[in-house]
């Protein structure tokens, strides 16, 4: 089943870029600029607000991401599974064109160095994944997977064709 866009709230905006040096902090929302190409090939603007509801890692992750498919493989030795719940919501959108939502968070660790993620590229993520159309003024929220290395802090990336925001992770 898929999450239903729903209109947007007024969310705390972070005052600050997300950087990799100064990450947006757990709970706030950045917002971003983002260019698209509309259904006629122009290249257009939005802005999208981005935000962290929930993340579990370890035991309570496995747990969750096992309901989605008993075939889904533990994470390698080191490792665990992270699991996140993010929100994405779009503003500034032109008229009668839809924004197309993928997962483009990359987990990296405190340094900026990408944690590789060959085990979670083919995992069944739990419903509703972070996926989907969104029109102006709404948001979508949804799942996506990942591994870190145990017990280690780490940050969530999140990439667009144009721009980035570093999210610190709780």
């Known amino acids: 089943k898929k999450e239903t866009p729903t209109t947007l709230a007024n969310p705390v905006i972070s005052t600050h870029a997300g950087t990799l040096a100064d990450p947006i902090p757990f709970g706030e929302t950045a917002e971003i600029t983002e260019k ?32 989605a498919s008993k075939e889904n493989e533990q994470a390698p030795a080191g490792y665990e599974w992270a ?6 919501g779009v503003t500034d959108l032109a008229k009668d064109v839809a924004y197309q939502v993928a997962n483009s968070s990359i987990p990296v660790d405190t340094t900026g ?11 069944v993520i739990p419903k509703p994944e972070l996926t989907g ?31 980035q925001a570093y999210f610190l992770v709780k």
């Open 36 to 67: 698209y190409q509309d259904n006629t090939a122009q290249m257009q603007e939005c802005k999208l607000r981005l935000s962290l509801i929930s993340v579990v890692r370890g035991e309570a992750a496995w747990k969750i991401i096992t309901k």
């Open 113 to 123: 160095v990408v944690i590789t993620q060959r085990t979670a590229d083919s995992i």
């Open 133 to 163: 159309s969104v029109q102006n003024n709404q948001s979508i929220s949804g799942y996506f997977a990942f591994v870190v290395k145990t017990g280690e802090d780490f940050l969530l990336e999140y990439q667009t064709t144009n721009a």
């Open 83 to 88: 699991l996140a719940k993010g929100k994405i």
